[in-house]
């Protein structure tokens, strides 16, 4: 069953403690993508990957982190430098071009 | 800058009613997206709309594009209550970047 996994679920920060939000696909798209989404907001775009070892910065890529190791993987790490983080991250994939397909999202609260 | 507008940002309408939420954007482009939120969910895709005059239409939703007035709307017919979501236009900037636009928070009343 093809998809993209996010984990975890709900996530709690302490203040200035990094966090790493994991998300797989198995539908074997090039383009990785991690959005993050705040109340009555749109969606913002953090950083993207086109292919394998390559990524660039979104609109709001400040205090985020990422890598991309393998295709299928596009972890994003949200680091203490980010005073915000409270949000919904949501991560996305597809063709060049193509649809994105969303993940279920991680919630991510700061204590 | 690719700005993305919606409106309205908040719509309650009656079931049976009709309504277009429309989805204004800023500079050239020939893809736009319509996807569905559930509270708490994430995101649904409805449509893809890639070139000017496309028209799509899937139950009780119907979208189209404009590309010239860089216009789409998205028609509701004879609205019910499982169509409840918040809907976003996404507009294409580049062939990786995606510009949302803020949303539009339907709710269906009896």
């Known amino acids: 069953d093809g998809g993209i996994t996010q984990s975890p679920k709900y996530l709690f920060r302490k203040e200035g403690q990094n966090v790493t939000l994991s998300c797989e696909q198995n539908?074997?798209?090039?383009?990785m993508y991690w959005y993050r989404q705040d109340p009555g907001q749109g969606l913002r775009l953090i950083y993207y990957?086109?292919?394998?070892?390559?990524?660039q910065k979104g609109d709001i890529a400040e205090g985020y982190s990422v890598s991309r190791e393998k295709k299928e993987s596009f972890p994003l790490t949200v680091t203490s430098a980010q005073k915000n983080p409270t949000a919904f991250y949501l991560c996305?994939?597809?063709?060049?071009?193509?649809?994105?397909?969303f993940g279920p999202g991680t919630r991510l609260t700061v204590l | 800058e690719l700005k993305v507008e919606q409106n309205p940002l908040f719509l309650s309408m009656q079931e049976g009613k009709n309504y277009t939420i429309y989805c204004n954007y800023s500079?050239?482009?020939?893809?736009l997206y319509w996807y569905r939120q559930d509270p708490g969910k994430s995101l649904e895709s409805l449509f893809v709309?890639?070139?000017?005059?496309a028209v799509k239409q899937e139950g009780r939703l119907m979208a189209s594009l404009d590309t010239k007035a860089r216009l789409s709307t998205l028609h509701i017919t004879a609205a019910v209550h499982d169509l409840s979501a918040t809907y976003f236009c996404?507009?294409?900037?580049?062939?990786?970047?995606?510009?949302f636009g803020k949303g539009t928070s339907l709710l269906v009343t009896p």
């Open positions: 996305a994939s597809s063709m060049f071009g193509d649809n994105r397909f």
């Open positions: 539908l074997n798209h090039d383009a």
């Open positions: 990957s086109q292919i394998v070892n390559d990524f």
């Open positions: 500079t050239t482009s020939d893809r």
């Open positions: 709309l890639l070139s000017n005059g």
């Open positions: 996404a507009v294409d900037n580049s062939g990786y970047a995606l510009n």
